[in-house]
C-alpha cells in the first residue's frame, strides 16, 4: 500500500482559497480522498495559535479528521505587523519523514518549498504532490512537483 504524509501549510490555505473563493478547504473530503490511494502515515497541520474560540474549533476538527496540529504563537511587533511562520519547521518534517514514505503531499502556494520539493524527489525518489490555489500557486512550486492539484470548488466548503 502507498505510504502517503500529509503537510498543510495552514495559513496560506486559509488566505489563498478565501482570497479567491471566499470559501474554505475542505480538509475531511481532501483526508477521504488520500485515503482511498494509500495509508496516510503522517498529517501534520501547521498554524499560528491567536487563542482564538473559533480557531480552537476548527484545529479541534482537524484532529478529529487525525491531523497532529502544530502551532506557533502569533507575534505582533512594535511596528504592527506581524510574525507567524512555519517553513522551516514544515521543511524540516518533511526532509525527516520523506525517507519512510511513497509520496509528500504538500498543502501550500509558497515557493519557498520548491528546493524541498526537489530535494527529496532527487534523494527520497518520493512523488512530491501540491494541493494549491491556481492563481496564488508560486510558479516554482509548481515545477518543483511531481503533481499539483489546483484546489478548486470540488474541494471547498
Sequence with gaps: MTRIALFVDVQNIYYTTRDTYGRQFNY?????????????ITANAYAIDRGDNR????????????????LKPYIQRSDGSA???WDVGITIDVMETARHVDRVVLLSGD?????LLQKIRDNYGVVAEVYGVPALTAASLINAASLFHPID?????
Excluded: P
Excluded at 153 to 157: A, V
Design 111 to 115: 515557493g519557498d518549498f520548491d528546493l
Design 28 to 40: 475531511r473530503k481532501l483526508w477521504q480522498q488520500l485515503s482511498q490511494e494509500g495509508e496516510i
Design 153 to 157: 470548488e470540488t474541494l471547498l466548503l
Design 55 to 70: 480557531q480552537e474549533k476548527f484545529q479541534a476538527a482537524l484532529k478529529h479528521i487525525g491531523f497532529q496540529i502544530k
Design 83 to 85: 510574525k507567524g511562520d
